[in-house]
């Protein structure tokens, strides 16, 4: 089907591991990204990409690692996970910079014990 | 900093009554405006933007929203609520660079019959 997948939709690790959350799209939309979602925060950006090859830092970036080695992937990657990250991850995805709009996956549940 | 304010943490509003949710921006020239929705354990849809033109916008599910530049705020308005538009919702704006969102704490919206 045509979209925006994230996978896993739910995942439970403990601190200290590495976890991947995967992203993938349809449209073959240049710009992607990833915000994590906390109580009392709203969305924060963590990482986005204009085009594969081309990553840039976000508001909350630290802890985090991305890569974009195709258009439609955007992996992110906890190298060691801490309960702090325990959340709620979404990539999103849009064809244009400029106030295009931004088309967001189901997510992602994660829990750091 | 730019930053995106949603003053209202929680609305509970009668079904068939009228319902405004706040938003206000802070940002150096007028931003793109965006209002997303989110229902329990979904990703986010977009119910609609602001660009430029027509101060008052359009969007899906009967939902409309004010721009007003002297009051920096973006608010989000329906003339008549339904159960089924209990949900989170999210303001975002972005200056276009890159598309980068920056989301309101969102405004969960409770609808009793």
């Known amino acids: 089907d045509a979209g925006i997948t994230q996978s896993p939709r739910y995942k439970i690790t403990e601190t200290g591991r590495q976890v991947t959350l995967m992203c993938h799209q349809t449209?073959?939309?240049?710009?992607m990204f990833w915000y994590r979602q906390d109580l009392g925060h709203g969305l924060r950006l963590i990482y986005y990409?204009?085009?594969?090859?081309?990553?840039d830092k976000g508001e909350v970036p630290d802890g985090y690692v991305v890569s974009r080695s195709k258009t439609e992937n955007f992996p992110l990657t906890l190298e060691s996970a801490t309960r702090s990250q325990t959340s709620v991850y979404f990539c999103a995805s849009s064809g244009l910079a400029g106030g295009e709009t931004q088309y967001f996956g189901p997510g992602t549940r994660l829990l750091v014990l | 900093a730019q930053s995106v304010t949603q003053p209202d943490i929680h609305i509970t509003v009668s079904e068939g009554a009228s319902l405004e949710l706040r938003c206000n921006y802070s940002y150096g020239a007028t931003p793109y405006l965006f209002w997303y929705v989110q229902s329990p354990g979904q990703g986010l849809q977009l119910l609609l933007k602001y660009f430029s033109g027509d101060t008052l916008v359009q969007g899906i599910k009967g939902f409309e929203a004010e721009f007003k530049r002297s009051q920096s705020s973006f608010n989000l308005r329906k003339p008549s609520v339904h159960w089924s538009d209990a949900a989170e919702y999210f303001c975002a704006a972005s200056t276009g660079t890159a598309s980068k969102l920056t989301f309101g704490t969102g405004t969960r919206l409770q609808v009793t019959l």
């Open positions: 449209w073959s939309h240049s710009y």
């Open positions: 990409s204009a085009a594969a090859d081309i990553t």
